[in-house]
């Protein structure tokens, strides 16, 4: 799939969900908001995350699958698979972030709380590439 993942994000609007693993193996999925972007390029993107399930997985097993389905659609989107290069713990970054993104934190986090994690993007695929069967719109 060949696309500008900034340019992507940033005109369509839809749901997240970032899956990670244990270092066994056990998965787990979360709704995320859209990824920033740190560099001049696609090849990394970013996520904020509190200290919590998504985060101790990503410390022990590097890798992770961001899928994104397009607001209106159940088959428009993508899925980018990744692999953790950096956790960044600057309160006054993510702060910046959230605030140019338009978003707000969950009650209970803050800057301070969060860390922001980095990732280097391994792959991007549609959300659907084939299917066997799958209800119309």
Do not use: W
Not at 95 to 110: D, I, P, V
């Amino acid at each position: 799939m060949d696309m500008d993942m900034k340019d992507y994000f940033a005109g369509h609007d839809g749901q997240g969900v970032l899956a990670t693993a244990t270092a066994e193996g056990k998965v787990n999925m979360a709704v995320y908001s859209k990824p920033f972007f740190l560099s001049a390029t696609d090849e990394e993107l970013a996520f904020v995350m509190a200290r919590r399930m998504t985060f101790e997985n990503v410390q022990a097993n590097p890798h992770a699958c961001y899928m994104f389905t397009e607001a209106g659609s159940q088959h428009k989107g993508c899925r980018i698979y990744l692999k953790r290069t950096e956790v960044i713990e600057d309160p006054a970054l993510i702060a910046q972030l959230m605030e140019k993104g338009g978003y707000r934190f969950s009650a209970g986090e803050s800057a301070d709380s969060v860390v922001l994690v980095n990732f280097h993007v391994e792959g991007v695929v549609p959300l659907v590439t084939h299917s066997v069967a799958f209800k119309a719109d």
